[in-house]
């Protein structure tokens, strides 16, 4: 009862009574400080930039980036693309002389599991990049 009292009494003005009403007399004042304060503490350069740092975090983490660059590596359409570039490589005259030394499957075996495997060392580089 007494709260319910109290609480009214801070919105309604009761003529007499010192201090009824104190709510409505000064809604702008009250405001403009929860705003302020609000700005301040949450909206503030390091706050920000810690959430934001922690949120960037947590959503990198959850899309798996490491496997999910695993598995277009190993899709056809990019073994395709990359047989592709290694042909278009050996096709150049640098790649006739490497030709010459070293067997083009071979350098398509090697290339491949490299570019899965590459997943692990872009991963951080993304980290970093935000």
Known sequence: MTNWLAIRMM?????????????????AEIRDN??????E???????????VTQKTEIVLNSLQLEESIREVVRSPAVQALIADKIDEV????EGLLLG???NRNKVKEAVIPSME????????LVFSAY
């Open 11 to 27: 919105f309604d003005k009761i003529p007499f009574l010192i201090g009824s009403g104190i709510l409505l007399n000064n809604f």
């Open 34 to 39: 929860v705003k302020k304060t609000t700005m």
């Open 41 to 51: 503490t949450y909206f503030d350069a390091g706050h920000l930039s810690h959430y």
């Open 90 to 93: 050996f096709s150049t005259k």
């Open 100 to 102: 010459l030394v070293v």
């Open 117 to 124: 495997n590459a997943g692990s060392d872009i991963v951080p």
